[in-house]
């Protein structure tokens, strides 16, 4: 990326991006000046700290929020303190100059700051043995057996070829994890479905049928009792379904967007419904699993079975990929043609690279944190199953993965109806009336709020738009046991996301006993928990014991 990003910028062929470093030279030597200025500002302050000189008032103000530097070392040692306040000061004329530069479009601008943002995180004195007073500190303690330690870590991360975070003897799935109880009731090529043990006397008349993404295994959802989705809803008296996706291998190669609607998601629809014998089944489809569910929704409208689906729940799903976030920094058609290349042979991308891609999104927090705990400081693994599900990757079907990019997120087609096509059917998500309970996390970098919004303006059915607190996944998985983070509803509804946040209304905690509320509101049906409620006792009979095996296989 950062070798695509250069050749961009410097191509003097190329008029809509012309050579930069001298566009303005009155700009450029202002900028020099100011970081002149800046420097001398700091090294008095450094050499005469009795009296430290006024800094100019456009100094980069200490990073107090700043993880790396939190110890106490890098402001009691002056050295130290130097060499932190040097760094954060060219870190930010770094960022300053990205911003100054002219002839740039937005998304080349949003691009080169992305990509100078990885390098000065990547050059942190932090990361770097002579560098860090802490590593110099524990290398001292330890006579170097921190630094042997740490290089057998990272001896074993090249040897698998990923990154570790937590300690890989920790979990184990349907141990300590992915436990709750439940039976594999269907197998496909393409997924197994998961019927859940029910906990109480009754439950609701409509089931509820939850498609995870299948980027990453579907435990998500399910990581212990206490902050299991799958074992709440079970016990808020619901019959619940998983999909489990296969992770992909060679027999995968002609798999499609079509086949993940069709042999998966409309296929579990229709065995959920003829084993239970209802008429319709709840849905929730997580990230690109959601994306996939409105194109289900749409495609079973326009066949005439909108029926099928009594509710649709989107976790922090898009459709309209204009605001997508960083990870479109990743999609040009350089870079699409180079994940080609890594899957011609096998017909599937090994998941260690989507594994990397979302690291390198958090690449302070995901990479470089565990650069100098793990190969510096030689700490070992904390157990953390959020972590351990984050490092268990799943492979993606080469010719899924390259349309997927392709047409969605760089050429956004899901959001113009007609032109995305499922089935040979066009896809209109306006003919979705279906009601729908779309979730967002505040702060997700994965599918932005601004992007999750824009779903709402797609369906024309009832819509309960939900704002939580936290991010991709801890907005997700927030059991109200926890009593953590929030979420904003609006009532009214609003047209804009600034409208919705304008008069929104704050509740502490978690979302999901909302989102049950809402649910047993469209049908507050009850029935015996007997006969196919029970895993296996209807006319699937039970294959294995949940997780399965699918979720198993790498």
């Given at each position: 990326?950062?070798?695509?990003?250069?050749?961009?910028?410097?191509?003097?062929?190329?008029?809509?991006?012309?050579?930069?470093?001298?566009?303005d030279p009155a700009r450029f030597l202002r900028a020099q000046a100011e970081f002149w200025q800046d420097g001398m500002a700091l090294w008095q302050r450094f050499l005469t700290p009795a009296a430290p000189a006024a800094a100019p008032t456009d100094t980069p103000a200490p990073?107090?929020?700043?993880?790396?530097?939190?110890?106490?070392?890098?402001?009691?040692?002056?050295?130290?303190?130097?060499?932190?306040?040097?760094?954060?000061?060219?870190?930010?004329?770094?960022?300053?100059?990205?911003?100054?530069?002219?002839?740039?479009?937005?998304?080349?601008?949003?691009?080169?700051?992305?990509?100078?943002?990885?390098?000065?995180?990547?050059?942190?004195?932090?990361?770097?043995?002579?560098?860090?007073?802490?590593?110099?500190?524990?290398?001292?303690?330890?006579?170097?057996?921190?630094?042997?330690?740490?290089?057998?870590?990272?001896?074993?991360?090249?040897?698998?070829?990923?990154?570790?975070?937590?300690?890989?003897?920790?979990?184990?799935?349907?141990?300590?994890?992915?436990?709750?109880?439940?039976?594999?009731?269907?197998?496909?090529?393409?997924?197994?479905?998961?019927?859940?043990?029910?906990?109480?006397?009754?439950?609701?008349?409509?089931?509820?049928?939850?498609?995870?993404?299948?980027?990453?295994?579907?435990?998500?959802?399910?990581?212990?009792?206490?902050?299991?989705?799958?074992?709440?809803?079970?016990?808020?008296?619901?019959?619940?379904?998983?999909?489990?996706?296969?992770?992909?291998?060679?027999?995968?190669?002609?798999?499609?967007?079509?086949?993940?609607?069709?042999?998966?998601?409309?296929?579990?629809?229709?065995?959920?419904?003829?084993?239970?014998?209802?008429?319709?089944?709840?849905?929730?489809?997580?990230?690109?699993?959601?994306?996939?569910?409105?194109?289900?929704?749409?495609?079973?409208?326009?066949?005439?079975?909108?029926?099928?689906?009594?509710?649709?729940?989107?976790?922090?799903?898009?459709?309209?990929?204009?605001?997508a976030g960083e990870l479109t920094m990743f999609i040009d058609d350089e870079q699409l043609a180079m994940l080609g290349k890594l899957s011609a042979e096998t017909g599937y991308l090994d998941g260690r690279y989507m594994a990397l891609t979302f690291n390198l999104l958090r690449?302070?927090?995901?990479?470089?944190?565990?650069?100098?705990?793990?190969?510096?400081?030689?700490?070992?693994?904390?157990?953390?199953?959020?972590?351990?599900?984050?490092?268990?990757?799943?492979?993606?079907?080469?010719?899924?993965?390259?349309?997927?990019?392709?047409?969605?997120?760089?050429?956004?087609?899901?959001?113009?109806?007609?032109?995305?096509?499922?089935?040979?059917?066009?896809?209109?998500?306006?003919?979705?009336?279906?009601?729908?309970?779309?979730?967002?996390?505040?702060?997700?970098?994965?599918?932005?709020?601004?992007?999750?919004?824009?779903?709402?303006?797609?369906?024309?059915?009832?819509?309960?738009?939900?704002?939580?607190?936290?991010?991709?996944?801890?907005?997700?998985?927030?059991?109200?046991?926890?009593?953590?983070?929030?979420?904003?509803?609006?009532?009214?509804?609003?047209?804009?996301?600034?409208?919705?946040?304008?008069?929104?209304?704050?509740?502490?905690?978690?979302?999901?006993?909302?989102?049950?509320?809402?649910?047993?509101?469209?049908?507050?049906?009850?029935?015996?928990?007997?006969?196919?409620?029970?895993?296996?006792?209807?006319?699937?009979?039970?294959?294995?014991?949940?997780?399965?095996?699918?979720?198993?296989?790498?």
């Amino acid at each position: 990326m950062m070798e695509h990003l250069s050749a961009m910028t410097g191509t003097t062929d190329a008029p809509s991006v012309p050579p930069f470093p001298m566009q303005d030279p009155a700009r450029f030597l202002r900028a020099q000046a100011e970081f002149w200025q800046d420097g001398m500002a700091l090294w008095q302050r450094f050499l005469t700290p009795a009296a430290p000189a006024a800094a100019p008032t456009d100094t980069p103000a200490p990073k107090s929020g700043d993880r790396r530097f939190a110890a106490p070392q890098w402001r009691d040692n002056p050295v130290f303190d130097l060499i932190r306040q040097s760094y954060l000061m060219a870190t930010d004329h770094l960022l300053k100059g990205v911003d100054q530069l002219t002839g740039l479009d937005d998304r080349q601008r949003a691009k080169l700051r992305f990509a100078t943002t990885a390098f000065a995180d990547a050059m942190s004195p932090t990361n770097f043995a002579l560098t860090n007073p802490l590593v110099l500190e524990k290398t001292i303690e330890t006579r170097g057996q921190n630094l042997v330690k740490g290089l057998e870590h990272m001896l074993a991360d090249i040897g698998r070829g990923q990154l570790t975070h937590t300690d890989p003897t920790a979990f184990e799935i349907g141990r300590n994890i992915a436990m709750t109880p439940g039976k594999v009731v269907k197998e496909t090529p393409l997924y197994q479905l998961i019927q859940y043990t029910p906990t109480t006397d009754t439950v609701a008349a409509t089931p509820l049928l939850i498609f995870p993404p299948w980027i990453n295994r579907f435990y998500i959802l399910d990581l212990n009792a206490e902050k299991s989705f799958i074992r709440w809803a079970v016990e808020q008296g619901l019959t619940v379904f998983v999909v489990s996706w296969k992770s992909a291998d060679a027999t995968m190669v002609d798999v499609t967007m079509d086949d993940y609607v069709l042999r998966g998601q409309v296929d579990a629809i229709d065995t959920v419904r003829d084993l239970l014998g209802v008429p319709a089944v709840h849905t929730i489809g997580y990230c690109v699993a959601g994306t996939a569910l409105a194109c289900t929704l749409a495609l079973l409208t326009e066949r005439g079975r909108a029926d099928s689906v009594a509710s649709a729940t989107f976790f922090t799903a898009q459709v309209d990929f204009e605001q997508a976030g960083e990870l479109t920094m990743f999609i040009d058609d350089e870079q699409l043609a180079m994940l080609g290349k890594l899957s011609a042979e096998t017909g599937y991308l090994d998941g260690r690279y989507m594994a990397l891609t979302f690291n390198l999104l958090r690449g302070r927090d995901l990479i470089w944190n565990y650069v100098v705990n793990n190969y510096l400081l030689g700490q070992d693994y904390p157990p953390f199953d959020l972590l351990h599900w984050n490092g268990d990757t799943t492979n993606l079907p080469a010719k899924w993965h390259q349309a997927y990019l392709t047409d969605l997120y760089r050429d956004n087609k899901l959001a113009r109806a007609g032109e995305y096509v499922v089935d040979g059917t066009p896809i209109d998500l306006s003919v979705i009336r279906t009601p729908a309970y779309v979730q967002a996390g505040k702060e997700d970098h994965i599918a932005p709020v601004e992007s999750v919004f824009k779903l709402t303006r797609h369906l024309s059915g009832p819509v309960r738009f939900v704002l939580a607190g936290s991010g991709h996944i801890a907005g997700v998985v927030n059991p109200p046991s926890a009593q953590k983070y929030q979420y904003w509803v609006n009532e009214a509804g609003a047209e804009t996301l600034d409208a919705f946040v304008a008069d929104a209304v704050e509740t502490r905690g978690s979302w999901w006993p909302d989102w049950r509320a809402w649910i047993g509101a469209l049908d507050p049906e009850t029935v015996p928990a007997v006969g196919a409620r029970i895993p296996g006792g209807g006319v699937l009979p039970a294959i294995e014991d949940a997780p399965g095996r699918y979720v198993r296989t790498r």
